[in-house]
């Protein structure tokens, strides 16, 4: 083996002298399967008196151009070189990257733990919980990344956040898997916490903040007796957002929002009607002073 198919090629036939009949000139035509015994390394062309001939002067295609990878394909990861990468900063007596681990990693990456890479990085290592990467997580997400060492992954990160900001249904995703990375599962939590959801909110909107959301987290920080975010409430949050933009006067409260939207929405409107009384006073106000 190792040699090209050109080791294949039947040997040639003896000249012949041309003829040029027409039936002469169709039977010297080779056929396709005599055309599929042919070497790849020469690009071939009938003519009709039945010689072959390179077309131009293209570069020739060996038997190895033709093996996996060759086409265009991305180099293959190494897996073993993913598993050294895990070896460097998981637990010394657990198979898991922890805090520690995780804080560690972020640096060798240039970054800090709360950037919205690192949001990136643990949804497309598909982390079931915040501040742990498993290490079938790490290795199969690296591999789906098609990245094995640091480098790999901080140039990687930068075309994944730009895939997720040019595409809704990505972002959509990212932004689904947000909720629930920020659960305690060891505690069967299935409404995120308020101070919890008001961080993930900030960071999974980083560079794509709709209008409504700095009053919306507003709404929420004045609120302590709202204590929790169910999922319902976080996923139609997006759709929320798209759909009043910056006016609540498109939002229709006959439509199936969750109970939240309804209550924001009213203290709004409160605090734009006394804004307008308010306003109104002082006018009065001023009137008189003249």
Request: net charge negative; glycine share 4%.
């Amino acid at each position: 083996m190792g040699n090209c198919l050109s080791c294949f090629k039947t040997p040639a036939p003896p000249p012949r002298p041309a003829d040029t009949s027409i039936a002469k000139v169709k039977e010297d035509i080779p056929r396709p399967e005599e055309l599929q015994r042919l070497t790849p390394l020469t690009t071939v062309e009938p003519q009709l008196n039945g010689n072959i001939k390179p077309m131009g002067d293209k570069p020739s295609r060996t038997f190895c151009s033709l093996l996996p990878g060759s086409l265009g394909r991305e180099k293959e990861v190494s897996e073993v070189k993913i598993n050294n990468l895990f070896e460097a900063y998981k637990e010394p007596n657990k198979d898991v990257i922890l805090a520690d681990g995780i804080e560690k990693l972020c640096s060798d990456l240039d970054l800090s733990p709360d950037e919205f890479k690192v949001l990136i990085l643990a949804w497309r290592l598909n982390a079931e919980q915040m501040c742990q990467f498993t290490r079938s997580e790490f290795v199969t997400g690296c591999k789906n990344m098609h990245v094995d060492s640091i480098k790999g992954i901080q140039q990687r990160l930068p075309d994944i956040a730009l895939e997720v900001s040019k595409d809704p249904e990505i972002f959509k995703d990212l932004y689904r898997f947000t909720f629930r990375f920020g659960l305690d599962v060891t505690r069967g939590q299935r409404i995120l916490p308020s101070d919890m959801a008001i961080c993930l909110w900030k960071l999974v909107f980083t560079g794509k903040e709709p209008l409504i959301l700095p009053r919306w987290l507003h709404f929420l920080e004045s609120h302590p007796h709202v204590r929790g975010i169910p999922r319902d409430t976080w996923n139609m949050f997006l759709n929320f957002a798209e759909t009043v933009g910056d006016d609540l006067s498109s939002y229709d409260d006959t439509e199936a929002w969750p109970s939240l939207f309804d209550d924001f929405v009213e203290y709004e409107n409160d605090a734009a009607n006394q804004n307008v009384s308010k306003d109104r006073i002082d006018n009065v106000i001023k009137e008189s002073e003249r």
